[in-house]
């Protein structure tokens, strides 16, 4: 019933990403701003020539400039060399953040829809509890997915934080199917429950 | 590049103490001039740089040539002279 969203499409990392996932991600803020080395701080420095294996001492006053120098050197050089694996990284996660956050919106707006109707109308939740659960199987299985793939990339909070946000989202969705499902027994087993008479 | 200068040979062979910049080998009166500008009066403290950039010669040498102007001659061999002072006393 729901149009499925093709990652396939998007798992070509050739393709351009959409812009705004740059923008948002903090790591392609800083790389973006690379000309700009001497508005970093010491410690960034320190992380930058990390990354491009320059092996260096402490980044103080008299050391700096040097760095800096060495930085933009390297940079000319192999400006894709460590971008690039991190955007192939980004690329997956981004890819696997899309097909979650497309699913979910869709069973949220379902989810929202029943649950105001929810207590009145018990009649629209069976068609609703069927197209609900099986999507969610679907969306779990992505999420399992994503969450086995952010271990390979940077080991920064931001990634926690989706997965937090993914999972919450997630029970929220299964919560709401559990009270219908819960509301519709009630009240197609009205007649039952009276005879059990508690 | 294996034959030292007496100022090299004076250097190297003993504590460095208190020495001014210019008894380093390649820093004569006007590279130690500049140095002294720049708060580097004395030899210990251009040690103390050559330490910072973890005894890497290249990477000191860069920055001589950057800070006093010296050229790849006179910053090699001040670079030489620091190196062989740490393996002898540090």
């Not at chain 1, 393709?15 to 960034?44: C, G, V, W």
């Not at chain 2, 973890?54 to 002279?81: H, P, T, V, Y």
Request: glycine content about 6%; charged content about 30%.
């Amino acid at each position: 019933m729901l149009p499925e969203v093709t990652p396939t499409s998007l798992l070509n990392p050739a393709q351009p990403r959409p812009a705004f996932r740059h923008i948002l991600n903090p790591r392609t803020l800083y790389a973006s701003t690379k000309m700009s080395l001497s508005e970093k701080s010491d410690e960034e420095i320190a992380q930058l020539l990390a990354q491009y294996d320059i092996k260096h001492g402490p980044i103080v006053d008299s050391t700096r400039k040097l760095y800096e120098k060495k930085l933009e050197k390297a940079m000319k050089e192999a400006p894709a060399k460590p971008s690039s694996d991190k955007t192939y990284y980004r690329e997956e996660e981004e890819v696997i953040t899309y097909m979650t956050y497309h699913n979910p919106v869709r069973h949220e707006g379902y989810a929202d829809m029943l649950k105001r109707r929810g207590n009145a109308e018990p009649d629209e939740d069976e068609e609703s509890d069927q197209d609900t659960e099986p999507s969610i199987q679907s969306s779990s299985t992505t999420v399992n997915h994503s969450t086995a793939r952010p271990r390979e990339p940077i080991r920064k909070s931001g990634g926690c934080v989706r997965k937090m946000i993914r999972l919450m989202l997630l029970l929220a969705v299964l919560a709401a199917v559990f009270y219908y499902t819960y509301f519709h027994v009630m009240n197609s087993e009205e007649n039952i429950l009276g005879l059990r008479d508690r | 590049m294996s034959t030292t200068s007496q100022k090299h040979r004076d250097f190297v062979g003993e504590p460095m103490g208190d020495k001014s910049v210019t008894a380093l080998s390649g820093i004569g009166e006007i590279l130690g001039k500049k140095l002294e500008q720049q708060g580097f009066d004395k030899a210990f403290v251009v040690l103390g740089q050559f330490l910072l950039l973890r005894k890497d010669s290249d990477m000191f040498i860069e920055w001589l040539k950057d800070a006093s102007g010296a050229n790849s001659r006179q910053a090699g061999s001040c670079a030489q002279c620091l190196k062989e002072w740490c393996d002898a006393f540090l």
